[in-house]
């Protein structure tokens, strides 16, 4: 029986993935690295910024100063965050709906500060019982550390929990941690979220979903 839902954040509460790619963009220009909007999304999302920083400089052959570039990168993510922040439709309802039925908890390859800027902006932060950030964890998605963590934190078995997720790195990352996993279209076609257990289309669909993966564990 599922007790727990885990939430992703980047693509699944917040729209904010094109923030990203241009944090990512003003940050590299100055070192002649530029990325578009579709690469940011095919290579990067759903990883943390340090390792997007660290297979830049594989794949460019350059050396990084990622220490500053982190910093610089989440500035850039502050101060572009008012101007095209914007959640989904049905998601911050969906999380209140949730709260009253599961424990809630949201693990994200984020920083811990986008994360708080994030979940007070949408009046959230009170309905998680526990939050993993990128600073939480040595090993980011596609490993099965951040869900892992916050499975062993919330004190429930991984089968006991659902994930919802919208990239391929983090469905890898809740399968590998032994969780359930229902992906949204978010961000990615059906053809890339294959290893999900449930794909949805909307967030409306995924109260169901929750209740048709209760249904086959009964």
């Known amino acids: 029986m599922i007790k727990a839902v885990l939430f992703d954040m980047n693509g699944v509460i917040i729209d904010d993935l094109l923030i990203h790619a241009i944090a990512f963009n003003e940050v590299l220009l100055p070192y002649g690295i530029g990325i578009s909007h579709k690469d940011y999304l095919n290579d990067y999302a759903g990883r943390t910024d340090r ?7 594989k794949k460019f052959a350059l050396k990084l100063p990622i220490g500053d570039l982190l ?5 850039a993510y502050v101060n572009l965050f008012p101007e095209h922040k914007k959640s989904f439709p049905g998601v911050v309802d969906l999380v209140k709906k949730l709260s009253t ?7 994200s390859s984020a920083s811990k500060s986008e994360i708080e800027l994030t979940i007070n902006e949408f009046k ?5 019982k526990v939050i993993v950030s990128a600073d939480d964890v040595k090993h980011g998605k ?5 869900y892992q963590k916050t ?11 659902v994930v919802i997720e919208d990239a391929k790195d983090g469905i890898m990352s809740a399968k590998a ?7 949204i279209t978010t961000t990615h076609n059906r053809d890339v979220l294959t290893k999900a257990d449930i794909v949805v289309d909307s967030f409306y669909e995924i109260f169901e979903a929750i209740g048709k993966i209760n249904k086959d564990l009964t």
């Open 51 to 57: 390792d997007g920083f660290e297979d830049m400089e």
């Open 71 to 75: 910093v610089r990168k989440g500035r």
């Open 101 to 107: 039925i599961f424990v809630l908890a949201l693990t």
């Open 124 to 128: 959230i932060d009170s309905y998680f």
């Open 142 to 146: 596609p490993n099965p550390e951040p």
């Open 151 to 161: 499975i062993s934190l919330l004190g429930f078995k991984p089968d006991e929990c």
């Open 177 to 183: 941690a032994g969780s359930f996993c229902i992906a």
